[in-house]
């Protein structure tokens, strides 16, 4: 039987701030990818468009979390991408620096007091290039959806190995 396991996979943003929808469209590449290689049982795909209680429920009970957010702390380095691990027992907030770093600061906070953190926390920030009002994101930014979906895949790969390590039973050595 496979292990219970719950994975909130969170794209923050706003398609119609071009960049700013990269965590979206990095979860619509994630559900597509989904109809060749199934996500596992208990992982939600999501949208969040900033609103820190929206993002606490989207979270609340997770084992892992992992939001997709656009960045604004490299201009000069377009497309970097940023993956930060937040373990949920020693929560730091996270760098101002994303689009809505106070949406995750907000959430992270709100979420220790009320006692709603996940297990574990990933963030990945996508440096955008084009923050303007209109749909669609830039080339340097759409070339990294691809690749940040396929790392979240693993992330979610590893994690299922961990869960599934942690519930063996335990062998007795004589």
């Given at each position: 039987?496979?292990p ?37 049982r ?21 084992d ?35 689009s809505?770093?106070?949406v ?47 790392r979240i895949?693993d ?20």
């Open positions: 039987m496979e219970r396991t719950r994975i909130a996979l969170i794209g923050l943003g706003n398609d119609f701030r071009h960049d700013d929808g990269v965590g979206l469209a990095v979860v619509d590449a994630l559900r597509t990818r989904a109809a060749h290689r199934p996500l596992p208990g992982t939600a795909l999501s949208t969040c468009d900033g609103d820190p209680g929206r993002l606490i429920a989207l979270w609340h009970e997770a892992l979390a992992v939001v997709v957010d656009s960045a604004h702390a490299y201009p000069d380095q377009p497309g970097r991408v940023v993956r930060l691990e937040l373990d949920g027992r020693q929560l730091a907030g996270p760098s101002r620096a994303h809505h770093g106070h995750l600061a907000e959430g992270i906070e709100l979420s220790r007091i009320f006692g709603r953190l996940p297990g574990r926390l990933v963030v990945y920030a996508v440096q955008g290039v084009d923050s303007s009002l209109g749909s669609g994101l830039s080339p340097t930014i759409a070339a990294e959806v691809e690749r940040v979906a396929e895949e992330d979610v790969a590893l994690h299922r190995c961990a869960v599934a390590y942690d519930r063996q039973p335990a062998m007795h050595v004589p």
